[in-house]
């Protein structure tokens, strides 16, 4: 039997889901620069548990995740899991309306799932369609249409560790020019506010290692 392969972030192994996925999957961890699965070229899932959702709701948080989610992968998909959603002193106009929201607005599809052994299977069930029926690779960083240059140059730089979009937007600035930021040394990266030494060294490490087949 042919197995979906499935990249889940670090972030994810405590909720005990990739060890769920282990046994009908073939599992890659690693750290994933924008989402918590992904499950092929085009898909990538943003996972919250009821309560992280509400607090990113109070936060104002969850949209900024979904727009690099959505920035990132053609076909984001957000999960909420548990009973929880309605757990808390919230209104639940409030909740439904952002759920209303990132539905019409962001166009992001928001699946419920009772708990973790629900939400692997629903991951699993993604996985094997694309990559089966519609004969989909999987990607650490999707392929999104239509970018317009701008939105490409700053998506090339989001691929660098721990740079997010904002950083990314830094960066570009910063230097002037996507060619600019990857040929920056150590000390010129960290005259950037948000890059300290450590993330700094991640960055020229990456840019300066030799590929190995």
Same mark, same amino acid.
């Given at each position: 039997?042919?197995?979906?392969?499935?990249?889940?972030?670090?972030?994810?192994?405590?909720?005990?889901?990739?060890?769920?996925? $282990?046994?009908?999957?073939?599992?890659?961890?690693?750290?994933?620069?924008?989402?918590?699965?992904?499950?092929?070229?085009?898909?990538?899932?943003?996972?919250?548990?009821? $309560?992280?959702?509400?607090?990113?709701?109070?936060?104002?948080?969850?949209?900024?995740?979904?727009?690099?989610?959505?920035?990132?992968?053609?076909?984001?998909?957000?999960?909420?899991?548990?009973?929880?959603?309605?757990?808390?002193?919230?209104?639940?106009?409030?909740?439904?309306?952002?759920?209303?929201?990132?539905?019409?607005?962001?166009?992001?599809?928001?699946?419920?799932?009772?708990?973790?052994?629900?939400?692997?299977?629903?991951?699993?069930?993604?996985?094997?369609?694309?990559?089966?029926?519609?004969?989909?690779?999987?990607?650490?960083?999707?392929?999104?249409?239509?970018?317009?240059?701008?939105?490409?140059?700053?998506?090339?730089? $989001?691929?660098?560790?721990?740079?997010?979009?904002?950083?990314?937007?830094?960066?570009?600035?910063?230097?002037?020019?996507?060619?600019?930021?990857?040929?920056?040394?150590?000390?010129?990266?960290?005259?950037?506010?948000?890059?300290?030494?450590?993330?700094?060294?991640?960055?020229?490490?990456?840019?300066?290692?030799?590929? $190995?087949?």
């Amino acid at each position: 039997m042919r197995c979906p392969k499935i990249i889940a972030d670090t972030r994810e192994v405590f909720s005990g889901i990739p060890a769920m996925l $282990e046994s009908m999957a073939e599992l890659e961890v690693k750290q994933i620069p924008v989402g918590d699965y992904i499950l092929s070229e085009r898909v990538a899932v943003e996972r919250k548990r009821a $309560e992280d959702f509400l607090d990113s709701l109070i936060r104002k948080k969850i949209f900024e995740q979904v727009t690099r989610l959505r920035n990132a992968y053609e076909k984001p998909v957000l999960v909420i899991e548990d009973e929880g959603l309605f757990s808390r002193n919230i209104d639940r106009r409030a909740i439904y309306g952002a759920i209303a929201s990132l539905l019409t607005d962001y166009d992001i599809p928001v699946i419920r799932t009772r708990d973790a052994e629900e939400t692997s299977f629903i991951l699993y069930a993604i996985a094997a369609r694309e990559q089966f029926k519609k004969k989909r690779d999987v990607a650490l960083r999707g392929k999104k249409p239509n970018m317009s240059l701008k939105e490409r140059q700053q998506f090339l730089v $989001e691929g660098l560790p721990d740079v997010s979009s904002i950083l990314a937007k830094r960066l570009l600035f910063h230097f002037g020019t996507v060619r600019n930021v990857m040929m920056a040394g150590m000390e010129e990266l960290m005259e950037v506010e948000g890059i300290g030494k450590k993330k700094a060294m991640k960055i020229t490490e990456v840019m300066d290692a030799e590929w $190995e087949d």
